[in-house]
């Protein structure tokens, strides 16, 4: 298995990856993570209070580059994973090992099959061993067809709430022409 080491803890993967593609945290974003903080209280996984992050149950960095920024900020697209190096539950269950992955298994899966496991029950778990099998492509290895599948997906799960900007986002059409209006907003 592929596997990165975990970050330090108190620092964000999240933000780095997205950095990777150009992308930045939206100014929103510490208040969002404060109160997502202030909801869950604890990791989803074992309880733990320590080394809390929020997770984005689709990497941000995916979201915005399908034009679905406002996931970024959307509590449907978050909880509260630890990233404490022994537990690791925000890389192992969160992005199963690879943060420029994800669950696909979504919601239902981080809140129910992996309570209660350590990291190395959770690498020997059957269930967390197939989702491996049909990990996510991190982004620069999505086929055409892979990320218009993804707009797809978040447009059904997490369909979009018009805001005081935006009445619909930006379509996603992956035909070569970025569009760099929809790549930086989240329609707040
Ligand atoms: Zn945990």
């Known amino acids: 298995m592929q596997q990165q080491p975990s970050p330090t803890p108190g620092t964000n ?3 780095s990856i997205a950095q990777k593609y150009g992308l930045q945290r939206s100014p929103l974003w510490p208040g969002v993570e404060k109160a997502a903080l202030a909801k869950y209280l ?8 320590q080394t809390l992050q929020v997770h984005h149950i689709v990497p941000f960095h ?3 580059l399908v034009y679905r920024g406002d996931l970024e900020l959307d509590e449907r697209n978050l909880l509260v994973l630890c990233e404490e190096n022994v537990k690791e539950h925000h890389l192992l269950v969160g992005h199963l090992g690879n943060f420029e992955s994800y669950n696909p298994g979504g919601r239902a899966a981080i809140e129910t099959e992996f309570v209660g496991l350590t990291s190395q029950q959770i690498k020997n778990n059957p269930t967390w061993q197939a989702l491996m099998k049909s990990r996510p492509a991190p982004w620069d290895q999505m086929t055409h067809e892979v990320r218009l599948a993804l707009r ?3 447009d059904t799960n997490f369909p979009f709430i018009p805001t005081a900007k935006a009445s619909a986002p930006f379509p996603f059409l992956d035909d070569g022409i970025a569009n760099p209006e929809a790549v930086a907003t989240t329609y707040h």
């Open 13 to 15: 993967p999240g933000t």
């Open 42 to 49: 604890k990791c989803t996984t074992c309880a733990g209070d």
């Open 62 to 64: 995916l979201c915005h």
């Open 152 to 154: 797809q997906y978040l």
